[in-house]
């Protein structure tokens, strides 16, 4: 099973700040690799799709790269309705499984 | 309206069992592949099963083998998660979730809590 470690587990960020998430994959996923963001009480929603496509809807502010085992989400710019968890999702060799998240708090 | 909406959940004991079902709207149903992802309170997203858009095929996480069956109807729009021999370790909201764009999880339920405990 291919593990997917996020970092850092906490971001304590104002808002206008720049966000910059990390997924490290145990073995090599290509780019194989999504992120949602989820808040309390709800269900998590697509942002990014093979590490650096944004999903439909997603502002432009958010932004993926990567490929391999090391992937990045960044938040050009925290708007007060990005303070979420983040978590990162892997599909190689189709079996699916999620990074633990990062949360991003307001500071 | 595209949407998800998980219903079963509720309280069991362990050892009982439980069935979910997701009914899913405004999409074609059976064209697509459809997943459970069950979150423990206060924890992180776990993928639990998964189920081909015809049926024929399944899978599953180790730590509910044997125990969990998904199964879906296409006529009635409905995915079911039977789950057997429940542990308290398998409370959880569950989700079902779309496997759409590039085989990502692109519509999600809103969630299901199910509790085990005696």
């Known amino acids: 099973e291919i593990v997917l470690t996020q970092s850092p587990a906490t971001l304590s960020l104002s808002p206008g700040e720049r966000a910059t998430l990390s997924c490290r994959a145990s073995?090599?996923?290509?780019?194989?690799l999504a992120w949602y963001q989820q808040k309390p009480g709800q269900a998590p929603r697509l942002l990014i799709y093979?590490?650096?496509n944004r999903a439909t809807g997603i502002p432009a502010r958010f932004s993926g790269s990567g490929s391999g085992t090391d992937f990045t989400l960044t938040i050009s710019s925290l708007e007060p309705e990005d303070f979420a968890v983040y978590y990162c999702?892997?599909?190689?060799?189709?079996?699916?499984?999620f990074g633990q998240g990062t949360k991003v708090e307001i500071k | 309206e595209v949407q998800l909406v998980e219903s079963g959940g509720g309280l069991v004991q362990p050892g009982g069992s439980l069935r979910l079902s997701c009914a899913a709207s405004?999409?074609?149903?059976?064209?697509?592949?459809m997943h459970w992802v069950r979150q423990a309170p206060g924890k992180g997203l776990v993928w639990v099963s998964r189920?081909?858009?015809?049926?024929?095929?399944?899978s599953y996480a180790d730590s509910v083998k044997g125990r969990f069956t998904i199964s879906r109807d296409n006529a009635k729009n409905t995915l079911y998660l039977q789950m057997n021999s429940l542990r308290a370790e398998d409370t959880a909201v569950y989700y079902c979730?779309?496997?759409?764009?590039?085989?990502?999880?692109?519509?999600w339920g809103r969630g299901t809590l199910v509790t085990v405990s005696s």
């Open positions: 189920i081909n858009s015809d049926g024929s095929s399944t």
């Open positions: 073995q090599s996923v290509s780019s194989y």
């Open positions: 405004g999409f074609t149903f059976s064209s697509y592949w």
């Open positions: 999702q892997q599909r190689s060799n189709w079996a699916w499984t």
């Open positions: 979730a779309r496997v759409g764009i590039a085989w990502y999880f692109d519509l």
């Open positions: 093979d590490a650096s």
